[in-house]
């Protein structure tokens, strides 16, 4: 009788291990793969020329720029330019991958803690292989050197945006900042 | 008196600490055309750590306070926002730029499609990016050239001013097939692809009937679009006949221009032919082939 309380003691110790073990693996996942929060991102296509948007393209590319800027903030935070490998292309890629190299180099990081995309879709080639928008993004951002916050700030910052579909998704293929509009 | 001189001693030290300690303030141009020397006056004095912060370069580096700060043309050769911090002790001062395209250089050119069929309306779409040679979208109107040329044929010209960096046009395929050179210009950037038109759908399907041993021989005239090119060999074109031993389909390939195929047909039918939407003329042959 004692055996099997014992018996199922252990058990019981051993499946509690197991799952503090995932939960607390869990945890340690955030940092690199989690940590950025979704970006809000809403998009605008009533003027969009010369093609229209076809309402499956509308909603994928939602959610791929969505994702594009989750894989950006994520890289820029860990420092892991393979993280922007999914959802960039070109030379909006190339850059990308050069300035996360840079930063790994200084040991600077950038962590976006917040950040929200009013996109505007104005151009969407009639063979349908490419579009261009205009996202009117409200950042907010820290720079870092090793831990230690050496700047934050709060910025709305206008980017053109090129998009480029590939096989199951849109890839952004350039991402430039442009002078605010007077 | 003296209380107040000391008190007045005090601000005074302390307006001075904070006005030392504030020494690094920035003066950043608003915008700076890429691949351009950047100088910033950074006032105070001893040594500050530079950040600049850019799309496609991070750098960081230890600046002398009280002189010129030199940001070299290759730090900002890509378009966008550039952040700039400069950190004295624990104090910071920072702001932002932005680089924007230098002069075009390149044309980012998409065509589609590739093969298009001959006298059709608004067939090819041109699609170019406008481009700084170190691949920033120049926002900047620019006028493109589309040219869309087949041999012994008259170009198809359209200029195009580009918006927001980009330049579009859809153009009319010619009635010649061939390979046919389509080229977008800006100033001596010239970029070009080749567009393949080939025949459009056959006109005036028309077929013979010859009585054979084996059956009827069936084979068409020349097959030719309605501009007169020759549709290319290994088009299917399908013959059915339907007589009183019911319907029977044979596909056959367009071979040197024409298509040919021998049906059985022991006791009459009526043969028809067709290409993909387009219908030829129906024929009746008689019992025996006759």
């Not at chain 1, 955030?30 to 991102?41: C, D, E, M, N, Q």
């Not at chain 2, 028309?206 to 501009?227: F, H, M, N, W």
């Not at chain 2, 009459?268 to 032919?273: D, F, K, L, N």
């Amino acid at each position: 009788m004692r055996a099997s309380i014992f018996k199922y003691s252990l058990h019981g110790l051993a499946i509690l291990a197991i799952v503090t073990g995932m939960v607390f693996g869990f945890v340690e996942l955030i940092p690199h793969g989690l940590a950025s929060p979704t970006p809000r991102v809403t998009l605008d296509a009533s003027r969009i020329a010369p093609r229209e948007i076809e309402d499956l393209t509308e909603h994928n590319v939602v959610r791929d720029y969505g994702l594009a800027w989750c894989s950006l903030a994520d890289a820029r935070e860990q420092n892991r330019p393979e993280l922007i490998d999914a959802y960039f292309t070109g030379f909006a890629h190339d850059n990308l991958k050069q300035a996360i190299e840079d930063q790994k180099e200084t040991g600077v990081r950038t962590r976006y803690i917040d950040s929200a995309h009013k996109l505007e879709a104005f151009f969407y080639a009639p063979g349908g292989d490419a579009m261009e928008l205009r996202d009117t993004a409200q950042l907010q951002r820290q720079v870092l050197d090793g831990d230690k916050v050496v700047h934050e700030e709060n910025v709305t910052v206008q980017y053109l945006v090129i998009m480029t579909p590939g096989a199951d998704r849109w890839y952004v293929r350039g991402l430039q900042a442009v002078p605010p509009s007077k | 008196m003296r209380t107040f001189f000391k008190i007045g001693l005090f601000f005074a030290t302390c307006w001075f600490a904070a006005y030392s300690a504030h020494g690094a303030e920035l003066q950043l141009p608003s915008t700076v055309v890429a691949n351009s020397a950047v100088s910033i006056p950074a006032g105070g004095s001893g040594q500050a750590t530079l950040y600049l912060l850019g799309p496609g370069h991070v750098a960081k580096r230890q600046v002398q306070l009280g002189s010129q700060i030199k940001i070299n043309p290759e730090e900002v050769r890509d378009a966008g926002r550039y952040l700039v911090i400069l950190r004295s002790g624990d104090h910071d001062d920072s702001g932002a730029f932005y680089v924007v395209a230098a002069g075009p250089a390149a044309l980012s050119f998409l065509d589609h499609p590739s093969r298009v069929p001959v006298a059709e309306n608004d067939a090819i779409s041109a699609v170019a990016f406008v481009l700084d040679k170190f691949h920033n979208v120049v926002l900047a109107p620019q006028t493109v050239n589309f040219r869309l040329t087949v041999k012994d044929a008259p170009p198809l010209l359209r200029s195009v001013t580009s918006r927001n960096g980009v330049a579009w046009a859809l153009l009319n395929s010619s009635r010649k097939e061939g390979a046919a050179h389509f080229d977008a210009s800006l100033g001596d950037i010239r970029v070009e692809r080749v567009v393949q038109q080939v025949a459009s759908d056959p006109c005036n399907l028309r077929i013979k009937a010859q009585p054979t041993p084996k059956g009827v021989l069936v084979e068409t005239d020349p097959v030719r679009d309605c501009s007169g090119n020759a549709l290319p060999d290994g088009t299917i074109v399908s013959f059915t006949a339907i007589g009183p031993d019911g319907k029977s389909s044979i596909d056959a390939p367009i071979k040197r221009g024409v298509a040919r195929t021998v049906i059985p047909v022991p006791h009459g039918a009526t043969i028809s032919v067709a290409s993909g939407v387009v219908i030829g003329n129906e024929i009746h042959v008689g019992g025996g082939g006759k």
